[in-house]
């Protein structure tokens, strides 16, 4: 490294050093989306299992319309999508609230 890498570098140390506390909560706030979203998402594949099953109900009971394939089909793949992507921001939530609790540790006892 040259001396110009150096200076650059120690510019970039410096603004993280005096920035650290509020990147820390905003990381934090942004970690506590993941679960929100979440389970909103999960919320929201909820009612679209009833509708799916409504839809499904509707063309056993014998009201073939082609509209209400369309409707049961579509709220059937929709509620795969949505579980799906629930269970992953989850995931996501866990992972990175594992992977960052020293940092949000740190920054709870540095506030107290």
């Known amino acids: 490294m040259d001396d110009e890498e150096l200076v650059q570098l120690k510019t970039v140390y410096d603004e993280l050093w005096s920035d650290a506390r509020t ?42 319309s082609p509209l209400n394939y369309v409707y049961a089909i579509a709220s059937t793949f929709g ?20 992977r960052y609790s020293r940092l949000i540790l740190l920054e709870k006892t540095l506030e107290d």
């Open 23 to 64: 990147m820390i909560k905003n990381m934090k706030r942004s970690i506590y989306l993941y679960s929100f979203t979440g389970f909103l998402t999960l919320v929201f594949s909820a009612i679209m299992i009833g509708s799916a099953i409504s839809n499904w109900n509707k063309i056993l009971l014998g009201d073939v």
């Open 79 to 98: 509620v795969v999508i949505y579980v799906a992507f629930g269970i992953l921001l989850i995931y996501w939530y866990n992972k990175l609230r594992n």
